[in-house]
Antibody, heavy 126, light 108 residues
Framework: EVQLVESGGSVVKPEGSLTLSCAASGFTFSKAWMNWVRQTPGKGLEWVGRIKRKNEGGATDYAAPVRGRFTISRDDSKNTLYLQMNSLKVEDTAVYYC?????????????????WGQGTLVIVSS | EIVMTQSPDTLSVSPGERATVSCRASQSVGSNLVWYQQKPGQSPRLLMYGASTRATDVPARFSGSGSGTDFTLTISSLQSEDFAVYYC??????????FGQGTRVEIK
């Protein structure tokens, strides 16, 4: 069974920093493109960014609102995905999910999010 | 950026009845359309991809149709466990992948 478990959510002040983690199991993590998606009551679901496989250079891509402030990385030896968030803004307040297009039986294709974690809440407030 | 618009925002349906949720893209996304189901306190669950292919373990009462800019998710006979929020998402033009605002299916 695929499991994605996020952690690290907290209350942080504007302009602060925070790192989220996502521990993965039940599929070949090193072969998966991994994504972060966030959810707010006001804006709904919003794709944040993704990271490709190491053998593809671990290339990253980000949504415009977070580009230059957020950094996605991965540690395949630990089956863990990270989201480093800097210069946080009030509008970054959300539940952050990690997700992938891969399941235990295979991958659906880029942009189709199969397994999701339970999410971790980030609140940016003074 | 492709804008996804769902209708209606809320759908009130009696158990056993059919429910139809619509999703419109601001430009063609081909068949690169996903549907998710989200229940209160849970993360989204993949229901449908490729506009009409059910994901693993999704009951046959769920069906998807459409291509280009107009898509439909149909639940043929609503069960109690189907009352939830449904989201569409395009994976045709990136960045970014974009989601609809969600449709709440509630008990009438």
């Amino acid at each position: 069974e695929v499991q994605l478990v996020e952690s690290g959510g907290s209350v942080v002040k504007p302009e602060g920093s925070l790192t989220l983690s996502c521990a993965a199991s039940g599929f070949t993590f090193s072969k998966a493109w991994m994504n972060w998606v966030r959810q707010t009551p006001g804006k709904g679901l919003e794709w944040v960014g993704r990271i490709k496989r190491k053998n593809e250079g671990g290339a990253t891509d980000y949504a415009a609102p977070v580009r230059g402030r957020f950094t996605i990385s991965r540690d395949d030896s630990k089956n863990t995905l990270y989201l480093q968030m800097n210069s946080l803004k009030v509008e970054d307040t959300a539940v952050y999910y990690c997700t992938t297009d891969c399941s235990a039986s295979g991958c659906y294709g880029d942009g189709v999010f199969g397994p999701w974690g339970q999410g971790t809440l980030v609140i940016v407030s003074s | 950026e492709i804008v996804m618009t769902q209708s209606p925002d809320t759908l009130s349906v009696s158990p056993g009845e059919r429910a139809t949720v619509s999703c419109r893209a601001s430009q063609s996304v081909g068949s690169n359309l996903v549907w998710y189901q989200q229940k209160p306190g849970q993360s989204p669950r993949l229901l449908m991809y490729g506009a009409s292919t059910r994901a693993t373990d999704v009951p046959a009462r769920f069906s998807g149709s459409g291509s280009g800019t107009d898509f439909t998710l149909t639940i043929s006979s609503l069960q109690s466990e189907d009352f939830a929020v449904y989201y569409c998402q395009q994976y045709s033009r990136w960045p970014p992948w974009t989601f609809g605002q969600g449709t709440r299916v509630e008990i009438k």
